[in-house]
């Protein structure tokens, strides 16, 4: 059953079409990733999910609910929630209080409660608090619940950002580049890491350029290039896809990697 339904979308800037009338689906539960050289407008296609862009053309919709038009704020209370393909985390914070900020969409009060530190604002406090607790724990991150995150390795980052986004009662996880910067042990873990997600119920929408995470963890996969979609298909297919391989001849070896997987 589909969970996230994109149909045409399309979105130029000026004269470049960055995205050009393209459609895909996200199974409930499935990890789904979307490939393309650089430049083919995989993250566009993100900030149309996340409404940071609005799309000239086409709709998304998310178990049947039109998200077009939506603030970024609203797609989170939707229950779409990413990552970035550079960390966004505060630094100066601990583990717990970076995660906690991902439940704030969850909490609704007023300034008066929040001024007045109300019994409704320390509830909700309390709420997030035990929510992320229960997310740190289950990632196995507890033991650094109170380290600030710039004393965490640069993996252990990257897997706060993804709690961040888990934290809420997320229905759709984009993760931007999750193994970009990382070194090919945490690579492997981060792979893992994706795969429990799935384990876990989250549905996930992936962009990532390295090509051997992307066939051992995908359910399905499309190819972009220049905006449209190249092909649509299970890993060892699109692995074969005489296309695919022609798209990313001379863009840094890839063709090997999608041919010896
Ligand atoms: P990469 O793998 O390098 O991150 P990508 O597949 O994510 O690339 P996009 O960043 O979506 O590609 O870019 C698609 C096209 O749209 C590129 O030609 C890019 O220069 C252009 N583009 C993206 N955002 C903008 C913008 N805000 N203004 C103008 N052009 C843009």
């Known amino acids: 059953m589909s969970l996230l339904t994109v149909e045409h979308i399309s979105k130029s800037f000026g004269g470049i079409k960055a995205v050009s009338d393209f459609s895909f689906q996200v199974g409930k539960g499935q990890i789904v990733s979307i490939i393309g050289p650089n430049g083919a407008g995989k993250t566009t296609v993100f900030n149309l999910l996340t409404g940071i862009y609005r799309p000239d053309t086409g709709s998304i919709r998310l178990d049947g609910e039109e998200l077009v038009g939506l603030k970024p704020y609203q797609l989170i209370e939707n229950g779409v929630a990413r990552t970035f393909q550079n960390l966004r985390l505060f630094s100066e914070l601990t583990v717990l209080e970076n995660v906690m ?41 507890s033991h650094q619940i109170d380290n600030d995150c710039k004393n965490l390795p640069y993996g252990m ?25 990382l070194n090919p042990s945490e ?34 996969i499309y190819v972009m290039n220049y905006g449209a979609e190249l092909a649509g298909g299970l890993p060892a297919e699109i692995r074969s896809n005489p296309q695919v391989i022609e798209a990313y001849i001379g863009k840094g070896g890839v063709q090997r990697v999608l041919k010896s997987g």
């Open 187 to 220: 690579t492997a873990e981060m792979s893992d890491f994706i795969q429990r997600l799935k384990e876990w119920g989250y549905t996930v929408l992936l962009i990532e350029h390295d090509m051997n995470l992307v066939m051992k963890i995908s359910d399905y």
């Open 157 to 181: 980052q990257k897997k706060v950002e993804i709690a961040r986004a888990m934290v809420s009662e997320v229905k759709l996880v984009l993760l931007d580049e999750p193994a970009a910067g």
């Open 101 to 141: 900020i991902g439940y704030q969409s969850r909490i609704h009060y007023s300034l008066w409660d929040s001024l007045l530190v109300t019994k409704k604002k320390r509830q909700g406090e309390a709420q997030a608090e035990d929510r992320a607790r229960e997310i740190i724990e289950r990632i196995g991150l």
